[in-house]
């Protein structure tokens, strides 16, 4: 017997590629405007060929990496302080209210006066796009940890250094891979708008150049590129949180 989870995917696929073709077919807009799967596979082997899809697509998984990377190690470690301490949080919340609404395209201007034109702003609206939601997430997350495990450290003499690597970050975890989850989708979109801006490589310039040079084939490749690593990353995302280590946390609900 098939497996429907297997099968209904490549059903689905198969009617949007159908629905695609006999748009393009049928609507009267030109292959320039409204390309069809066959001329859009048709260029990304090209692209793949002459190495400017792997080009712009690890330029762009670069300025991800270090932008998400920064935001985790600076978040998760603040969004702890903000947790536990409560001076901290009367302090610095109100400030990371008030600056996690503004959109991080809104800092482009900024960040092209700070750091230029290059990698530099690409990775600095990246980093700000995924380091307020893991100060509030990591900060919820231990704020929601029972203080009876807490009473239990407090019989037992625990260190302030074991509280921390034995309770929280245990009971923490399964939040923490949820945020990492939900800020990576919004890192890898804040990269395709920066990098339409700001920078002269990645799938986001990839973008800006073919619709300049009128190749909507290329933008689509780039645009089907962007969704698969997407995928991607998310199924890493969720393959952390199957990690027997954070089976602790989970018991802390």
């Not at 989870?5 to 009617?15: G, K, Q, V």
């Not at 800092?107 to 893991?134: K, N, Q, T, V």
């Not at 245990?170 to 920078?199: D, F, G, K, N």
């Not at 199924?235 to 018991?251: C, D, P, Q, Y």
Request: hydrophobic content about 60%; charged content about 10%.
């Amino acid at each position: 017997m098939f497996d429907k989870r297997i099968i209904l995917p490549f059903i689905s696929l198969f009617c949007v590629l159908s629905i695609w073709e006999l748009t393009t077919r049928f609507s009267g807009w030109s292959s320039n405007v409204f390309p069809g799967p066959i001329a859009v596979m048709t260029s990304g082997w090209a692209l793949i060929e002459n190495g400017l899809l792997l080009k712009h697509t690890v330029a762009s998984l670069f300025r991800v990496s270090i932008g998400f990377f920064l935001a985790v190690v600076l978040g998760v470690p603040l969004g702890i302080v903000l947790g536990r301490l409560d001076i901290a949080k009367i302090l610095f919340n109100p400030l990371v209210q008030f600056l996690r609404p503004i959109s991080p395209l809104a800092w482009i201007p900024l960040a092209m006066l700070w750091f230029g034109i290059g990698d530099p702003p690409a990775i600095f609206l990246i980093f700000l796009s995924s380091f307020f939601p893991m100060i509030v997430s990591t900060s919820v997350a231990v704020e929601s940890i029972r203080p009876t495990f807490f009473q239990v450290a407090a019989n037992f003499n625990f260190s302030r250094r074991e509280v921390i690597t034995k309770i929280v970050i245990p009971a923490i975890t399964p939040q923490v891979i949820t945020a990492l989850r939900l800020t990576i989708t919004i890192a890898w979109l804040v990269v395709v708008a920066a990098e339409m801006i700001a920078v002269q490589s990645g799938l986001g310039y990839l973008i800006l150049d073919a619709r300049n040079a009128l190749r909507m084939d290329y933008v689509m490749v780039a645009m089907i590129t962007i969704g698969f690593i997407g995928l991607f990353l998310d199924f890493v995302m969720r393959s952390l949180g199957n990690i027997e280590s954070t089976a602790w946390g989970r018991l802390t609900k």
